[in-house]
């Protein structure tokens, strides 16, 4: 059973550019959510998607967009790249069912720096 | 509102000594509780969870964690700690139900001396 999977692992984009990061969620996941993690720091939430919407949103610019498609799988977009994006972007999968405390699986992440 | 401190950036302790790492939480509603292991350049690993019930709570590798309400604390501990413990733990908090939007500390660094 795979577990959450992103791509790409490294990139490296010019300031000014756009990105697209990937996610297939584990097996059986249907919810979505991306964490930023900048460097010495904590992941910071940046979105969550369910039923392909957007469902939660943390403190990002609207140059952070996303997508969830009906496989479950999820794209991050990031428009207008600046070198402060420059992080590990964790893709994390969970199912929102009605069992509560579902546990949530992180993926290994996609680094992306910014020059 | 939820939020989350780690007391300690940096941790060193002896091989075979006791592993304590510090989470203090904020949360204004029953909160679940996390310990999450990150080796470099790797994601986030699940160590342990609080949800309900129990408050002491048994990980992987020989870690556990206990839940103090009354100190609004989930402290992580390990008896003795081995050298592959050496990582960056990061303690965190949801709330209840299916679609968790979890709130991470800034993390604790691990050392482990031999």
């Known amino acids: 059973d795979a577990g959450v999977t992103q791509s790409p692992t490294h990139l490296i984009k010019t300031r000014g550019q756009q990105v697209t990061l990937r996610c297939s969620p584990k097996?059986?996941?249907?919810?979505v959510s991306w964490y930023q993690q900048a460097l010495g720091q904590g992941p910071q939430f940046i979105f969550q998607?369910?039923?392909?919407?957007?469902?939660q949103r943390g403190n990002f610019p609207d140059r952070f967009s996303g997508h969830q498609f009906p496989n479950y799988s999820s794209e991050l977009n990031v428009n207008a790249l600046l070198l402060g994006d420059s992080a590990l972007y964790l893709c994390a999968s969970t199912f929102r069912g009605r069992s509560s405390g579902n546990t949530i699986y992180f993926g290994e992440g996609s680094w992306l720096t910014v020059v | 509102a939820q939020s989350v401190t780690q007391l300690g950036s940096h941790v060193s302790v002896s091989e075979g000594a006791l592993v304590l790492l510090r989470c203090n939480y904020s949360s204004s509603v029953p909160p679940y509780l996390f310990w999450y292991v990150q080796y470099p350049n790797q994601g986030l690993q699940l160590l342990l969870k609080y949800t309900t019930g129990a408050t002491l709570v048994k990980g992987i590798n020989g870690f556990e964690a206990e839940f103090k309400k009354s100190e609004t604390s989930f402290h992580l501990t390990k008896p003795s700690a081995h050298m592959s413990d050496a990582a960056e733990y990061f303690c965190a908090v949801s709330s209840s139900g299916g679609y968790q939007k979890v709130t991470f500390g800034t993390g604790t660094k691990l050392q482990v001396i031999p």
């Open positions: 998607y369910y039923e392909e919407e957007e469902r």
């Open positions: 097996s059986g996941h249907d919810t």
